[in-house]
Nanobody, 124 residues
Framework: QVQLAESGGGLVQAGGSLRVSCVAS????????MGWFRQPPGKEREFVAA????????YYADSVKGRFTISRDNAKNTVYLQMNSLKPVDTGLYYC?????????????????WGQGTQVTVSS
């Protein structure tokens, strides 16, 4: 099991930038992928980005490609999501998640452990 703690959310104007972080503790050496998901108000949780813990291969939802960058610092057991050119539609509760096996990277069911989330609000 991995414990995940997100931070860095906040209120930002459209066009601005924000970086959210996720610190992992516990069985981090067993994690295969780390992902970011978000849940917009009144909507289902959706995939945003993911990164392989060892090789650094990255994956993005089409809606954030070119604007968001996921990265990791293995020494700090931390995953980051740098969000640029933010839009009001990016508003939501952002969750970090850990997966311990391969599979469909965008599927929530692949991920076993989840953080509590950090709120990102983009004003127009």
């Amino acid at each position: 099991q991995v414990q995940l703690a997100e931070s860095g959310g906040g209120l930002v104007q459209a066009g601005g930038s924000l970086r959210v972080s996720c610190v992992a503790s516990g069985r981090t050496s067993s994690a295969q992928f780390m992902g970011w998901f978000r849940q917009p108000p009144g909507k289902e949780r959706e995939f945003v980005a993911a990164i392989s813990w060892s090789g650094g291969q990255t994956y993005y939802a089409d809606s954030v490609k070119g604007r968001f960058t996921i990265s990791r610092d293995n020494a700090k057991n931390t995953v980051y999501l740098q969000m640029n050119s933010l839009k009001p539609v990016d508003t939501g509760l952002y969750y970090c998640a850990a997966a311990f096996r391969g599979g469909l990277i965008t599927a929530q069911g692949l991920y076993d452990d989840w953080g509590q989330g950090t709120q990102v609000t983009v004003s127009s």
